[in-house]
């Protein structure tokens, strides 16, 4: 717990960066910086899940293991989907989102 | 510690283990005999299934975080069949096409971790178990759509469905952290629901996330294009099973967590099954590559299935099961088709159907079968599944909903006629020529026939699930 | 087996057989077998009815009930009365025959005639249920395989007539699905377990509000099919592009099916619904009558006559369905039965003709009478028969209609009577408008005059159809008695 | 007395039907014509021994004619209306028993030398075979929905026989404008019968003619005569419209359009149905429910008989004027005399000297039906030898013809109601009858008895006298087989007169005795000769008297050439206004609207499937994009509007 920073303000913040992390997934044009949107996403999710254990619920440890998982599964998925990406940068050389959107309708 | 309670995850050991098999596998044997890998790998899922037919006892593991149940262990059975299908059905084209990019074993290592990952999110007890479970299912699926590393739209594919399921599950998490913060708990049976504004923002973030698994409108805009560049097996894969495995986990938790929440979710069930039937319907209606076609297909039947979960008891229930069951069955039969056609002609679109009946009649029959089923014609399968869903929502009085259903069954049928009117009714000068399949394929569309043909009549197994949907309302 | 299950059992048999066989004899000498035994069974299961109607007073007999989904109490409940002894007996007659008209298909032969039995098998199996769920089945059942029958043998733009044949139906069965499913969650009304079970919801008091919204839908969900204004376009096109036998089966059978439904369901169940909608349904038909005798007035296809003269003669059975008397009713079964056996006629008629001519434009052909003597003059009869001519069924039917429409005294209906009754002069015209152009004057194409003569297939189907026509116009005491008797329970309930 | 028997009447030419019809194919003309002659033969002689027991033996107790009733259930409506077959033997049927069989054996017979050669041959006596059938079950009926039946089998053989040539487009035309007609009128019949039937409880002859009942409100079959419509009883609108059905066949005003095109059929059919018998079926058919139309309200729907048979034969005669059709001047004739024959019943009353009309109008019935069929098979006659029907195309045939013109000569007399031939006595008795209860029909009737004398006659000299024609072949007489039913038929015209018809049938089934009305005769013969004298003037030799008169008339004279233009108004009711206004937009309506609309609906739902298809872009980044919007708007919905 943090003196003086209540629970509404850390909250406040990690809404905020949820939505800057929505915000850049839908706006940036290049697959990296969604990717990195996406971990923003999910960083806020868990600092969410770490205060609302120490701050409410402090007996039980839940909410941090939460987010331990939560990080190794970000990173699983970032290695993925970075792997993808080059499989596709080898195919059309680039990594613009534009470059997939060949199947639509 | 009892060690002996550990046989309660008895399907995910066994699993687990198939998994390093192949890897092993891999290893030891010889390049020339990689071929027979896959039937190795077939034969361990085969011999997998048939142990999971055993009964099983119910019980907890790790504190509450991990529960089976006669009717999780049921449905596990139904997963493991429905893959050991897709397996059958894949087999030719694996042995044919990828054997020699390397990737056989791969494929199976992936299908299984997802099986995994689906198991686990069944037999899920808390949140963190479920999102473990949800990723596991996931990401394998999104390696294995970006699968045929040469082909541009399967990259494009497997970048889609990874991104589009980061974001879901992002949305889900946030909603699974409000829930924690109002209720205390991530264990389901220690969390206190309550209508509280806050939770009910948790629930709507979280059920989105899941929704997106399902394919329900508005959270389903990958699906087509993920089926369309991936794999068929892996749009196979997300089509029924994994699917069919969320959507009766979404069942579960309504029925037995969000139960309180009863009158939120009914109304957004209402809503989300309208909107998922007529999207669905209306974009398969112009569809001409059939992976999309099926896409847009498994979306509607996605709408149809909330229909039962108006219901909120062991009708309900029972009517949601059984239809997945059936679902798993019909699609498969469908996708097999595709996957037969594709394999020895490479063609997939709706036009290279034509004829195709006078050439290879017995496929096309399989396909009648399969698509008749989906649509819910008499006396296949298909049929029973979907008039008792139209049952189940009835039994709450949403008649109009009911009658909505059925006019979009009609919708379907006009596009799943399409498809019996290329094979049945035109007459084509290079209508597809004759091919005899392997018998992997032959049994794996047999084995979907004779499920068709037989899980709707009989009604013993419709009794059985209805006795072990009692289970979810118990505590 | 029961007497009843075998109606089914023996055309899945058939099907299944048809299933091994190799070549087109086999193929025809195995549908016929199998429709022959058919029809054996229903005359055998005609006499039956009256051995045990002498002994038994139920509402229904040789009825069985086997349980299939326990927990919705769900059965496969069968039994039959009068009316549906009659209409077994009318189906097996017309498959009977559709089959021998179709003795020269030849294009994938052995699925033409599995299609085609499978609608028999629906057919038969939704008049022996008693069981709403096991009804619709075969309801369903029934409908389905005429989309590949229309699709894959018929003529013309056959790819639109079937889908819009098959939407519409489909369609038609929401309504019907919504009705039922509105009918069973209101059978525990009196306070017993739900249940399908037609004679067991009979004993229910539904309630007015229930009843009220379920009966149009389960009225109109049925009387698509028995072709109701204004939702009767997909049979013109739905018969114009069948073949010959499906026409014959469709219009002949399949919608008898409505009305049956109609009385057995929708009214027999929720009679207050019945009263509560009749004079809106009453409006529908009856200028249905009308307006199908006056559509098939300026029509030139042979099929096109025919099929608009389906839509009036079926709208006379909603008419008198809506009547709420006996003899009306009795009238409704009658006008099924003998539509179903005229316009069969009519159609396997056509068929020949049209296979011999390549055309059913009646402007286009004539003075068949001198080169088709057989045919036309079967034609002829048939026509005369279609316009209610005494001494074929068409004439017993109509006057029960008629006298049982009349028995209601008041304005509306009395209006509606009349309306009805007047059909019977735009019947005879646009008949003998046919048979004037067609049949008779001079031969218009010198090719005709070498057109085959009819086969001995042909003349068996026929003979097949004419037989009923004109036993039921000459001693239709029997038949009516044995409808009349089995209207008592229907009439309790008003 | 058992008349049982009686059944076989109409049987025995039934399965000779049956016969000739299933085998019209393969039966040859020889054997057909035994069969069929040897059928109606044994009904003859059936008829005429029940004629001879029934009015001389057994038929009279107390001075009442019995009504002898044998019949089966052959269906039932509901518990009180049901339809009977069977047989009624009273005076009227016995009478008409022995027209219809003798006419019917004449015409057998000619038929045999008439339609020899004929390819048809076989069917045409197995067509006459169904028309005897029914003929014999409409005179036998014993309720009203028998009579039906048997009304529209006779309407339906009529059509075969017209149509019997069937290649020839009039004739097709003809024949479906009979049937159209006929069946036109039976609408109003029918409904008269579901009237009778609901308001009186049953279609029985015997129930519904009971005299006693018939003057009693509170009897069962009268209990509901007070309600009323449009200011009638609904027993008087009821009888209205059956007698509608019966002006329909006897081709009364306005429903007699049908009858001059009818002469398209075969002559002895012409004789047989549309001269004879089947045409007299509406007067018939008013005998038959005499009672009711006398009894019910004071007889207003007998007033509606009596003056649209009075108009009726005004009409047909001032039609037969000027005709050159000889078979249509006849057919005219026949419209004129049933006419007549309405027309008397109209006016008769009801019990002893008061039912005069009614008898007289039978005896007409009878007595026409013999000249008119004799004419006919003269006409049959002269056209087999001349092959023409128009008038121009004969004269001076008396030279060929013997036989055949003084038979005409016989009939035409007969028919002008010349003393003693049989017309003059059923003619007298009509005028007389109707002296006495109608003024104004009275003079119709005497002027029209004055313009029949003058066409036949017209019809006479212009056929046998007149121009001497140059024949192509030069005609013959007829051979025997078509002579003989001539010369016979000559034989009963001449007497038939005599037969003291009051005696046998009267309404009350009570003979009594009739005697000459010495000054009405003496009007009516006068008339008749003057007719016949203005005839002999113009006509006897070749004159242009004719031209001068028609040309001086020449309005009139074109009006009632063309028929008073009646067909032209049917033409252009059902061209212009059924089939084009009516029926050709309903067809339409149907295509375009009705289905059109269904059409629509699948049509837009593929156009709404194109129209959303943008939402599908493919990018990544609106799928993103709509399911963040999808969670907003569930949880606006959930949080902010439904809690």
Redesign the interface.
Known sequence: MIQGVSIYEILTVTTLL?FI??YG????KN?IS??LS?EL??N??AI??VV??KY??PD?L??V??SV??IA?AA??TA??IS??I??YR??TSVE?K??????? | MDFSSLLLMRHEFILTALLLLMIVAEIVVSEQNKKNLVNFGVLLFAIHTAIGLLPLADGVLFGGMFKTTVLTHFFKSVLNIGVLILLLQSADWLRDKVVSQQKATEFFMLIFSSLLGLYFMISAGDFLMFYIGLELSTLPVAALAAYESLKQKSSESGIKLILSAALASGTSLFGITMMYATSGSLFFDMMTITASNLTILGFLMFFAGLAFKISLAPFHFWTADVYEGAPISVASYLSVISKGAAAFVLMILLFTLFRPLESIWVNLMYGVALLTMFIGNLFAIRQQNLKRFLAFSSIAQAGFILLGLLSVDQLGATTVIYFIMIYVFSNLGAFGVVQAISNQTGKENIDDYDGLYRTNPKLSLVMLLALFSLAGIPPVAGFFGKIFLFTAAASQGYYLLVFIGVVNVTIALYYYLLVVRAMFLRKSENAIPYFKSKWMMKLGLTITVLGILIIGMYSPLYEYIFEISNLIFKS | MDILSLFVTVPVLTILFLAFTKNLQQVRIVSLTGMLVQLGMAINLLFAYFRERAVNTDIMVFTKDYVWFESLNIHYAIGVDGISVALILLTSIVVLAGVFISWKVADLSKEFFISLIVLATGVFGFFISLDLFTMFVFYEIAVIPMYLLIGIWGSGPKEYSAMKLTLMLMGASALLLVGILGIYFNSNADGGALTFNILEIAQVNIPFEAQRLFFPLTFLGFAVLGALFPFHTWSPDGHASAPTAVSMLHAGVLMKLGGYGIFRVAMYLLPLGAIDWSTFFIVLSSFGVIYGALAALRQNDLKYINAYSSVSHLGMVLVALLMMNKTAWNGAILQSLSHGFMTALFFALIGMIYERTHTRDIQKLGGLLKVLPFISATYVIAGLANLGLPGFSGFVAEMNIFVGAFENADLFRRVATVVVVSAIVVTAVYILRVVGIMLMGPVKNEEFNNLPASTWFERYGVYLLLIPIAGMGIAPLWLSDMILESLTPFIARF | MDFTYTILIPLIPLAVFLILGIGSLKIKENVAGIVGVAGLLTSTILSYYTAFQYFFNVGKVNGIYQTFVEQTRWMNFTDTLHIDMGVLIDPISVMMLVVVSTISLMVHLYSRGYMHGDQGFTRFFAYLSLFSFSMYGLVLATNLFQIYIFWELVGVSSFLLIGYYYTKPSAVAASKKAFIVTRFADFGFLMGILMIGYYTGTFDFMTLNNPTALQDLTSPIMQNAGITFMGFSVITTALVLIFAGGAGKSAMFPLHIWLPDAMEGPTPVSALIHAATMVVAGVYLVARLFPMFYFVEGGIALEVVAYVGGFSSLIAALIALTQHDIKRVLAFSTMSQIGYMMMALGISGYGDVDGLGFTASMFHLFTHAMFKALLFLGAGSVIHAVHSNVLQDMGGLRKYMPITNITFLIAALAIAGVPPFAGFFSKDEILAAAYESNQLLFWVEWVVAGLTAFYMFRLYFGIFWGKDTIYKHTPHESPLSMTLPLMFLAVVSAIAGFVPFSQFISPDLVGYTTHIHMNIAAMSVGVGVLGIAIAWIMYKKETNIADKISSAFGFLYQWTFRKFYIDELYLFITREIIFKRIAQPFAWFDKKVVDGTMNLIGNSTVDASKKIKGLQSGKVQDYAFAFISGVVIIVMVFIYFMN
Do not use: D, H, P
């Not at chain 1, 997934?25 to 940036?28: A, H």
């Open positions: 949820f992390g929505i997934f839908i706006t940036r697959l969604i990717l996406v996403i999910l806020s999710v969410n899940f609302i254990n409410l619920y039980m839940q909410g293991y939460f998982f939560i599964v699983a998925e993925l989907a993808i990406i499989n596709l195919l059309v989102v470059a997939t959107e060949t199947m639509k309708f």
